[in-house]
């Protein structure tokens, strides 16, 4: 089973300024890499595909980069509505794992 | 648009059974592998379990593996997760997801494995 680890567990950032999500792979998913946001109560949406493709409808803030083990999300300039868990997904091969999310908090 | 709406969930005894169901419209139900992925109160994600376009590919989970069998009808538009033998640790919101990786998801069923 490949194991994501997500860094930082909690982020602390002001609205308006970047913050940067990190996601390791313990092998390589090559670019086999999800990103996820999910609010309290709500299902997760996906952001990212393909490690740096946005999803339909997905603000241009969002970033995705990487490949092989290391991934990043970046999002640019935080808005009120981007505090929530973030969790990557690989999906090269089965089980499928999620990292263990990072939670990202208004400074 | 793309709808998934889970029903079939509640509380339940350690060892006993629920069977989940998912419908699904708006899109060609046949054109994507199906996922059932659960989330334990307060904590991370799991994928549970993934089934192809016909049903003739499945996969598991290890924590659910010999307990929980994944099917779909594609007259009928529905995916279904039988649960067999549930353990306290089974508790959690589960999710009926179209595609992976995950790009639709339904709103969750809560199932609550509790003597």
């Known amino acids: 089973e490949i194991v994501m680890t997500q860094s930082p567990a909690t982020l602390s950032v002001s609205p308006g300024e970047r913050a940067t999500l990190s996601c390791r792979a313990s092998?390589?998913?090559?670019?086999?890499l999800a990103w996820y946001q999910q609010k309290p109560g709500q299902a997760p949406r996906l952001l990212i595909f393909?490690?740096?493709s946005r999803a339909t409808g997905i603000p241009a803030r969002f970033s995705g980069s990487g490949s092989g083990t290391e991934f990043t999300l970046t999002i640019s300039s935080l808005q009120s509505e981007d505090f929530a868990v973030y969790y990557c997904?690989?999906?090269?091969?089965?089980?499928?794992?999620f990292g263990q999310g990072t939670k990202l908090e208004i400074k | 648009q793309v709808q998934l709406v889970e029903s079939g969930g509640g509380l339940v005894k350690p060892g006993g059974s629920l069977r989940l169901s998912c419908a699904a419209s708006?899109?060609?139900?046949?054109?994507?592998?199906m996922s059932w992925v659960r989330q334990a109160p307060g904590k991370g994600l799991e994928w549970v379990s993934y089934?192809?376009?016909?049903?003739?590919?499945?996969y598991y989970a290890d924590s659910v593996k010999g307990r929980f069998t994944t099917s779909r009808d594609n007259a009928k538009n529905s995916l279904f997760l039988q649960m067999n033998n549930l353990r306290p640790e089974d508790t959690a919101v589960y999710y009926c997801?179209?595609?992976?990786?995950?790009?639709?998801w339904g709103q969750g069923t809560l199932v609550t494995v509790s003597a």
């Open positions: 997801a179209k595609n992976g990786p995950v790009d639709s």
């Open positions: 708006g899109f060609t139900f046949t054109d994507y592998y």
């Open positions: 089934i192809s376009f016909t049903g003739t590919s499945i």
């Open positions: 092998h390589s998913v090559s670019s086999n």
């Open positions: 393909g490690a740096s």
């Open positions: 997904l690989q999906y090269y091969n089965w089980p499928y794992t």
